[in-house]
C-alpha cells in the first residue's frame, strides 16, 4: 500500500518568465501538464472536504538562503495595512526547487512521479511567454517517517519551529469559513488545516472530535513572545490586487504537564502528534494550499535558547 502522505521535491532549471508572479501559478501549471489526472483535485471550493494536494511556490538558492519567488508590494515608513505601490518583479531564469504533496486518495507516489520526471521537460506558452523548463533532480520525501523523527525530537527538546517557507493565510477554525482571515499563528489556527485533512482522509472526523484535537495541539504548545519579531506581513500580488499574508516563523514551546496529562489518559503522543506533522509538512496550513500558500518546514527547538535543530 502507497504511504498516507507523499511529498515530492523537484529541482528543475527554468528561463524565460519575467513579470508579476506568484510563481505558485507556474508550478501547477507544470504538475498538471506532466499529471493532466490530478486536475480535478485542484478545483476551486469554497466549502465541503479539505483538498489533499499541495504544491509549493519556486524557490531559489540564495548564497545560504533560500528564497521563494513572488511578486509582492513592499510597504513603506512602516505602513502595514492599505499598502499599495508596485509589485516587485519576478525574472526567472535559473535553478529552482519546489514540493508537491498529496494523499494516497489523489494519487499513486510512484505514478505521479515517473510523470513528472518524464514529462515535466519543454518549452510551453505561459502568461504569454515562452517559458522553459528543465529537470534536474528529484527526491521522494518519507512524510510519515519524518513527522514520525520530527514528535520524538519535538518532545525531546520541549519545542518546535514552524517555517513560513511560502506566504500563509491562516483561518481561525471556530468561525465560518470566509473571507476573513487570521494574522494571530496560535497552534490552533496553524494547524487547524492539517488537523481536519487528516480527520476527513482517515473517515474520523466531526466537529466534536475536530474541536478535542484542536483543543490538545492549542494546550500542548505555547507561542513564545519572539513571534513579534520573527513574523511580518506581506502583501502577494497574487490576482489583480496584493492580498496580505504571513512570513517568517514562529516558536512554540512544549506544555510537558499537559503532555503528561495526556500520556496518563492513555494517548499515544508520539504517534498523534507525529502524524499531524507528517500533514502539516506535506499538505501545509492555512488557505490557498493548492496554489502555493502555506508550505512550512519544521524543526525541533533546542533548549535554552540554543539555535534549532537540522537545516
Given amino acids: 500500500m502507497d504511504p498516507e502522505v507523499s511529498l515530492i521535491k523537484a529541482v528543475v532549471r527554468v528561463s524565460g518568465f519575467k513579470g508579476y508572479l506568484f510563481t505558485g501559478k507556474l508550478v501547477k501549471t507544470l504538475v498538471l501538464r506532466s499529471n493532466p489526472g490530478l486536475s480535478k483535485f485542484f478545483e476551486p471550493s469554497k466549502a465541503g472536504p479539505p483538498k489533499l494536494i499541495h504544491i509549493s511556490p519556486l524557490f531559489r538558492l540564495d548564497g545560504n538562503?533560500?528564497?521563494?519567488?513572488?511578486?509582492?508590494?513592499?510597504?513603506?515608513?512602516?505602513?502595514?495595512?492599505?499598502?499599495?505601490?508596485?509589485?516587485?518583479?519576478?525574472?526567472?531564469?535559473?535553478?529552482?526547487?519546489?514540493?508537491?504533496?498529496?494523499?494516497?486518495?489523489?494519487?499513486?507516489?510512484?505514478?505521479?512521479l515517473s510523470n513528472l520526471v518524464n514529462n515535466i521537460q519543454g518549452c510551453f506558452e505561459f502568461m504569454n511567454q515562452k517559458v522553459c523548463v528543465e529537470p534536474l533532480e528529484f527526491e521522494y520525501v518519507d512524510a510519515v517517517a519524518a513527522g514520525r523523527r520530527l514528535a520524538g525530537e519535538v518532545l525531546e527538546t520541549g519545542g518546535v519551529k514552524i517555517v513560513f517557507s511560502s506566504p500563509v493565510m491562516l483561518r481561525d477554525p471556530l468561525k465560518p469559513v470566509g473571507k476573513?482571515?487570521?494574522?494571530?499563528?496560535?497552534?490552533?489556527?496553524?494547524?487547524?488545516?492539517?488537523?481536519?485533512?487528516?480527520?476527513?482522509?482517515?473517515?474520523?472526523?466531526?466537529v466534536k472530535r475536530f474541536r478535542l484535537e484542536l483543543l490538545r495541539l492549542h494546550r500542548i504548545f505555547n507561542e513564545t513572545y519572539t513571534l513579534f519579531k520573527s513574523l511580518r506581513l506581506k502583501w502577494v500580488?497574487?490576482?489583480?490586487?496584493?492580498?496580505?499574508?504571513?512570513?517568517?516563523?514562529?516558536?512554540?514551546?512544549?506544555?510537558?504537564?499537559?503532555?503528561?496529562?495526556?500520556?496518563?489518559?492513555g494517548v499515544a503522543v508520539e504517534e498523534w502528534l507525529g502524524s499531524i506533522l507528517a500533514y502539516t509538512i506535506t499538505l501545509g496550513v492555512g488557505a490557498g494550499r493548492a496554489t502555493g500558500?502555506?508550505?512550512?518546514?519544521?524543526?525541533?527547538?533546542?533548549?535554552?535558547?540554543?539555535?534549532?535543530?537540522?537545516?
Avoid: W
Avoid at 237 to 258: C, H, I, M, Q, S
Fill in 65 to 112: 538562503d533560500v528564497r521563494c519567488e513572488y511578486s509582492f508590494v513592499e510597504c513603506r515608513g512602516g505602513l502595514m495595512a492599505k499598502c499599495d505601490g508596485e509589485p516587485s518583479i519576478v525574472s526567472l531564469d535559473g535553478v529552482y526547487s519546489f514540493y508537491l504533496g498529496f494523499h494516497r486518495d489523489v494519487g499513486n507516489y510512484s505514478e505521479v
Fill in 237 to 265: 500580488y497574487y490576482n489583480l490586487k496584493p492580498e496580505p499574508a504571513l512570513t517568517g516563523f514562529v516558536n512554540y514551546r512544549l506544555n510537558r504537564d499537559y503532555l503528561g496529562f495526556l500520556r496518563e489518559k
Fill in 180 to 206: 476573513f482571515k487570521s494574522f494571530t499563528p496560535t497552534p490552533m489556527n496553524v494547524f487547524a488545516t492539517p488537523i481536519y485533512s487528516l480527520l476527513y482522509a482517515r473517515g474520523l472526523y466531526n
Fill in 293 to 311: 500558500f502555506g508550505h512550512v518546514s519544521i524543526k525541533p527547538l533546542a533548549k535554552n535558547g540554543e539555535k534549532p535543530r537540522g537545516g
